[in-house]
């Protein structure tokens, strides 16, 4: 069973920048779930993605956006990067069904460094 | 709004003494309660979970229970050991599971 994996590990980019972020979900899990984590801080909720729709949305501003392809693995993009921006992103994974408390699994995060 | 609060730390404990880490969480409607927890090197991990009030989650010596009178999840422990030294992350999910707050995290080290 492979875990869930991000890529890259870490990026550097400029202040107005794009930036696309990638994750494989763990094998048989449908939903993807995106977090920033900032130094010294627990991770904050992005959004959420299932069925390659958006599920729930923390509060992050629409130059966060997302995918999600058919085989669950999913893209976190950033538009007009800013030095906040800076952080470690995490990626989990789960399986959505019958039971709303389905465990996360996380990835090893991308550590991106706004410049 | 939903949120979650932890106690700060870090906490530096000797080997086989008592751990507790409190958190506090404020939500509406009947939200689920997490620990998970970060190993030195490795990424988060679900340590235990509780999904309504009065339910108690355990997992490797570690217990917590979901107290909706004083909304709180206090971590527990009765002996520690120098490898549960980790952070340590409260967290809250609404009731569909779509949206997830997580507390700042509180370091504990365990020292022989």
């Known amino acids: 069973e492979t875990g869930v994996t991000q890529s890259p590990t870490h990026l550097i980019k400029t202040r107005g920048q794009q930036v696309t972020l990638r994750c494989s979900s763990q094998?048989?899990?449908?939903?993807v779930s995106w977090y920033q984590q900032a130094l010294g801080q627990g991770p904050q909720f992005i959004f959420q993605?299932?069925?390659?729709?958006?599920?729930g949305r923390g509060n992050f501003p629409p130059r966060f956006s997302g995918l999600q392809f058919p085989n669950y693995s999913s893209e976190l993009n950033v538009n007009a990067l800013e030095l906040d921006d800076s952080a470690l992103y995490l990626c989990?994974?789960?399986?959505?069904?019958?039971?709303?408390?389905?465990?996360?699994?996380f990835g090893p995060g991308t550590r991106l460094t706004v410049l | 709004g939903n949120s979650v609060t932890q106690m700060e730390g870090p906490v530096t404990l000797s080997e086989e003494a008592f751990l507790t880490i409190n958190c506090t969480y404020t939500a509406t409607g009947y939200p689920s309660l997490f620990w998970y927890v970060q190993y030195p090197g490795e990424g988060l991990q679900l340590l235990l979970k509780?999904?309504?009030?009065?339910d108690k989650g355990s997992n490797k010596g570690f217990e917590a229970t979901y107290r909706k009178e004083t909304t709180s999840f206090h971590l527990e422990k009765g002996s520690v050991q120098v490898s549960d030294s980790a952070v340590y992350f409260c967290a809250l999910s609404d009731y569909f599971g779509n949206q997830f707050y997580f507390g700042t995290g509180t370091s504990l080290t365990v020292i022989p």
């Open positions: 509780a999904t309504k009030a009065d």
């Open positions: 993605y299932y069925r390659e729709e958006e599920n």
């Open positions: 989990a994974s789960s399986l959505a069904g019958t039971s709303r408390t389905n465990e996360q699994f």
């Open positions: 094998s048989g899990h449908n939903t």
